[in-house]
């Protein structure tokens, strides 16, 4: 996760924008936004540049990060930000259209120039290592956008990488020119077509160079992140195998549910909370608002400030570090591993 120095920040913030937040007190705070350029990058997919109409800088980003969009009529969706870390000045984020959408991409591909939306500071649970003595990165279809950041990133501090681009065709292959550019021969290899049965034979090939200074990136729809990883954790321990996905995490929603209490500090109610209901789904039921958008982890808009107790966290939203404290939790998927947890609501 990119770490503000959160005092300098939300002064600056207060002080040039109006920020919403949830009634738990920890949701991310939204940020206004104007598309300044839309263009097609590939069959099916385009890019949005988004900029304050200020001018002014917006946070800044680390290679990874990715950004909240609120879309209206209760969508939020996360999209990877995909230009350099170094262009401040914009967010560059692409969607593929997808067949099966559920109302995401269909919003973002009728955006028009000039349109306004809300957007959140960056969060990073993709994080570039700093030190590797090689990176492998291999994208899949739309899996690109979090690794293009880091390609650029990379070749600027000279670093040693190669990055493996799985697309259906060229004319489905996003930033292609881009990636084509003379300096990154050699580093950037497109693979077109390549069947699950190809892919699983060809892996273990590109894996070769692979040893314990090299850290892997991956990104791409989950049966590809799943082969990659499997050939991954052939030659390299697992702590250097990094993956990023906008899904909720399926080994999260298959562990253990126990019920136990949640207290509400503001009242001092307690609530039972079932091991067939969410915490979200009793403060509901129980006519306590608390926004929320998402309800599977990923928005980070019912972040809940917690007092006491230990939260059993499920999300995909906060960070491995983050998951070690005690102190916030998303209540529409996350558990308690105490009896009881104190929020503050």
């Known amino acids: 996760m990119l770490v503000f120095g959160l005092a300098a920040a939300l002064v600056l913030f207060a002080c040039a924008w109006s920020f919403r937040r949830s009634p738990g007190g920890g949701g991310p705070p939204r940020l206004q936004v104007r598309v300044a350029e839309i263009r097609d990058e590939a069959e099916g997919i385009k890019s949005f540049r988004l900029k304050l109409e200020s001018g002014d800088l917006l946070p800044e980003t680390t290679p990874g990060s990715h950004v909240s969009l609120w879309l209206g009529g209760g969508l939020v969706r996360q999209y990877s930000i995909c230009n350099a870390a170094d262009t401040p000045d914009h967010y560059r984020i692409a969607v593929k259209l997808e067949e099966c959408s559920r109302g995401g991409s269909q919003a973002m591909h009728a955006l028009r120039i000039g349109d306004v939306l809300e957007v959140s500071s960056p969060r990073n649970n993709f994080q570039l290592i700093k030190g590797a003595g090689h990176y492998l990165l291999f994208a899949g279809g739309i899996g690109i956008t979090p690794l293009l950041p880091m390609v650029h990133e990379l070749e600027r501090g000279g670093e040693g990488y190669h990055l493996h681009y799985f697309a259906r ?13 003379p300096n990154l021969v050699g580093k950037v290899f497109f693979h077109h077509d390549v069947q699950p049965e190809a892919l699983e034979s060809l892996l273990p090939e590109l894996m ?9 990136y991956i990104c791409g729809p989950r049966p590809f992140m799943d082969a990659v990883e499997r050939a991954g954790r052939l030659a390299l321990p697992s702590d250097a195998i990094h993956r990023e996905y906008f899904a909720p995490d399926p080994a999260a929603a298959e562990s253990p549910r126990e019920s136990f209490e949640v207290e509400l500090a503001r009242s001092g109610k307690t609530l039972p909370v079932p091991s067939d209901a969410s915490i979200l789904d009793v403060l509901t039921c129980s006519g306590i608002k608390i926004e929320h958008s998402c309800q599977e982890g990923l928005c980070g808009t019912c972040l809940t400030r917690v007092l006491e107790g230990e939260p059993d966290h499920r999300d995909s939203f906060l960070t491995d570090e983050e998951r070690k404290g005690t102190d916030k939790m998303l209540v529409c998927v996350s558990r308690s591993k105490s009896p009881k947890l104190v929020l503050e609501l």
């Open 208 to 216: 070769r160079s692979a040893d314990k200074d090299v850290h892997l």
């Open 169 to 181: 065709s060229p004319q489905h292959t996003a930033f292609l020119t881009e990636l084509s550019a």
